[in-house]
Nanobody, 123 residues
Framework: QVHLVESGGGLVQAGESLRLSCAAS????????MGWFRQAPGQEREFVGV???????YYGDSVKGRFAISRDNAKNMVYLQMNSLEPEDTAVYFC?????????????????WGQGTQVTVSS
């Protein structure tokens, strides 16, 4: 059982940067793809990005070129660096882990989820 806890959310202005962290307890993260999703009020959970087990990154179109995911398997940590933030990036951000056998962008492919951290970007 993997337990995930996100941190680093907050209120920033448009154009600023923020780094989210995801701390994992339990087994090592190395068998899992590590993804980030976000959910704004009244909207469905949206795929932000993922690092595959082999370390290959994939990003959603809305964040491509602005966000970057990294992982430190030795520390059981995953990070989401968010640059050039826009008001449209406002959401609760979730860290997720899973032994993905299908599409990385589908939330149901992930087994373990954190509780989320709020990111608010003001204009």
């Amino acid at each position: 059982q993997v337990h995930l806890v996100e941190s680093g959310g907050g209120l920033v202005q448009a154009g600023e940067s923020l780094r989210l962290s995801c701390a994992a307890s339990g087994p090592t993260l190395s068998p899992y793809a590590m993804g980030w999703f976000r959910q704004a009020p009244g909207q469905e959970r949206e795929f932000v990005g993922v690092l595959s087990r082999s370390g290959s990154p994939y990003y959603g179109d809305s964040v491509k070129g602005r966000f970057a995911i990294s992982r430190d398997n030795a520390k059981n940590m995953v990070y989401l660096q968010m640059n050039s933030l826009e008001p449209e990036d406002t959401a609760v951000y979730f860290c997720a882990a899973g032994a993905i056998t299908g599409s990385y962008s589908v939330a149901s492919m992930y087994t373990f989820w954190g509780q989320g951290t709020q990111v608010t970007v003001s204009s």
